[in-house]
């Protein structure tokens, strides 16, 4: 099994900046593709950003410039880093990732969400 562990949501004013991490443990064969969705409450989970093995990087429009994704494949960690945070930015931040366990089974993977609130 893979397990996927966020940390660094928290609360913070406009225009300030956050950094999330999610770390990858358990029986990991290869992670694929990592990525960062957010839900806020009464909408839709919806993509944030992803990124693949290789580095090539994918951002929804209303991020772009403003959050980074990056990837440490040696800790199977997945970062998110965050600037000039606006508060339609405030949702629920899960982690995901595309991989194989030693078994061979490809799935796809959350982690259980931190919080992300954007307020003065």
């Known amino acids: 099994q893979v397990q996927l562990v966020e940390s660094g949501g928290g609360l913070v004013q406009p225009g300030g900046s956050l950094r999330l991490s999610c770390a990858a443990s358990?029986?990991?064969?290869?992670?694929?593709?990592m990525g960062w969705y957010r839900q806020a409450p009464g909408k839709q989970r919806e993509l944030v950003a992803t990124?693949?093995?290789?580095?090539?990087?994918n951002y929804r429009d209303s991020v772009k410039g403003r959050f980074t994704i990056s990837r440490d494949n040696a800790k199977n960690t997945v970062y998110l880093q965050m600037n000039s945070l606006e508060p339609e930015d405030t949702a629920v931040y899960y982690c995901?990732?595309?991989?194989?366990?030693?078994?061979?089974?490809?799935?796809?993977?959350w982690g259980q969400g931190t919080q992300v609130t954007v307020s003065s």
């Open positions: 995901n990732a595309d991989a194989m366990n030693w078994s061979f089974t490809r799935g796809n993977y």
């Open positions: 358990g029986t990991i064969f290869s992670i694929y593709a």
């Open positions: 990124i693949t093995s290789d580095g090539s990087t």
